[in-house]
């Protein structure tokens, strides 16, 4: 077989529903000859979209180089390959090493983007992460652990901003997260636990900062969720009044509309 002349699709498979996907990844997984799915996270059933007879792979318990072979190999056989990531392929998913890896033997790639579990997690709390004078910013982060961040991006340096804030990959570190809150939300500020997030065992739990560790082991949770902090959770959890967008505000001029 000759090489294939498609680009090596990243594609997002996002949250965890399958219905969260794009429409444009469910239609490249139709369309796929080989997917390697990062099974550790991405549910199975999000391979509803794929084709009877088309070779899944789960790369759960592949090193770097392993995957990049299966990549290679497809590619080379003329399939159309299309290697399956979490949430947003982007955030946490570990694709610039494999995208530079391939590029070196001039393997064409095509990413498409997906839904992150901070947007799925938000839209189940119908909460927005930005009100109009009293937050204007979204941080996405994780707390330093085996996989180290930056010191100019430690989590401390961050909270101090007292902006919105998702912080992934941390729920084995949720004391130390929880002292870290404390210090720059106050201990009677709110939190939520964002459990599987779309997946039918999804699970949204708020509570005050100060019981966020409590309330992880009383409910069991260790891995697969999203602490969320800032003052629009506390807005969601005490449905107070709000200030009015500018953009719906009747005496409000723009491009669009003349203010009454």
Same mark, same amino acid.
């Given at each position: 077989?000759?090489?294939?002349?498609?680009?090596?699709?990243?594609?997002?498979?996002?949250?965890?529903?399958?219905?969260?996907?794009?429409?444009?990844?469910?239609?490249?997984?139709?369309? /796929?000859?080989?997917? *390697?799915?990062?099974?550790?996270?991405?549910?199975?059933?999000?391979?509803?979209?794929?084709?009877?007879?088309?070779?899944? %792979? =789960?790369?759960?318990?592949?090193?770097?180089?392993? *995957?990049?072979?299966?990549?290679?190999?497809?590619?080379?056989?003329?399939?159309?390959?299309?290697?399956?990531?979490?949430?947003?392929?982007?955030?946490?998913?570990?694709?610039?090493?494999?995208?530079?890896?391939?590029?070196?033997?001039?393997?064409?790639?095509?990413? %498409?983007?997906?839904?992150?579990?901070?947007?799925?997690?938000?839209?189940?709390? $119908?909460?927005?992460?930005?009100?109009?004078?009293?937050?204007?910013?979204?941080?996405?982060?994780?707390?330093?652990?085996?996989?180290?961040?930056?010191?100019?991006?430690?989590?401390?340096?961050?909270?101090?901003?007292?902006? =919105?804030? /998702?912080?992934?990959?941390?729920?084995? $570190?949720?004391?130390?997260?929880?002292? %870290?809150?404390? /210090?720059?939300?106050?201990?009677?500020?709110?939190?939520? *636990?964002?459990?599987?997030?779309?997946?039918?065992?999804?699970?949204?739990?708020?509570?005050?900062?100060?019981?966020?560790?409590?309330?992880?082991?009383?409910?069991?949770?260790?891995? $697969?969720?999203?602490?969320?902090?800032?003052?629009?959770?506390?807005?969601?959890?005490?449905?107070?009044?709000?200030?009015?967008?500018?953009?719906?505000?009747?005496?409000?001029? $723009?491009?669009?509309?003349?203010?009454?």
């Amino acid at each position: 077989m000759k090489p294939s002349n498609n680009p090596v699709i990243f594609a997002g498979a996002g949250p965890g529903d399958p219905d969260l996907i794009t429409v444009k990844a469910m239609k490249a997984l139709a369309a /796929a000859d080989l997917v *390697i799915f990062a099974g550790s996270l991405v549910p199975e059933s999000v391979l509803c979209w794929v084709r009877p007879g088309t070779r899944t %792979i =789960s790369s759960a318990g592949m090193h770097l180089d392993q *995957i990049i072979d299966t990549i290679r190999k497809g590619y080379q056989a003329g399939l159309q390959v299309v290697r399956l990531h979490t949430g947003d392929p982007s955030l946490y998913g570990a694709i610039f090493e494999q995208i530079r890896e391939l590029e070196k033997t001039d393997i064409p790639v095509l990413v %498409i983007p997906g839904v992150t579990a901070a947007f799925a997690a938000s839209a189940a709390m $119908h909460m927005e992460y930005t009100l109009p004078e009293m937050t204007q910013t979204l941080i996405l982060t994780r707390i330093s652990g085996r996989t180290p961040v930056p010191d100019t991006e430690n989590l401390e340096s961050l909270a101090a901003h007292q902006a =919105s804030m /998702a912080i992934y990959l941390s729920m084995g $570190h949720v004391l130390q997260v929880q002292k %870290i809150l404390q /210090a720059h939300y106050g201990e009677n500020g709110y939190c939520a *636990i964002a459990y599987k997030v779309s997946h039918p065992e999804e699970k949204i739990i708020h509570c005050r900062i100060k019981y966020l560790d409590e309330t992880c082991k009383k409910n069991a949770i260790t891995r $697969h969720a999203l602490i969320i902090v800032g003052k629009a959770v506390a807005a969601c959890m005490k449905n107070q009044d709000l200030v009015p967008s500018k953009l719906y505000d009747p005496g409000f001029s $723009h491009g669009y509309r003349n203010g009454a």
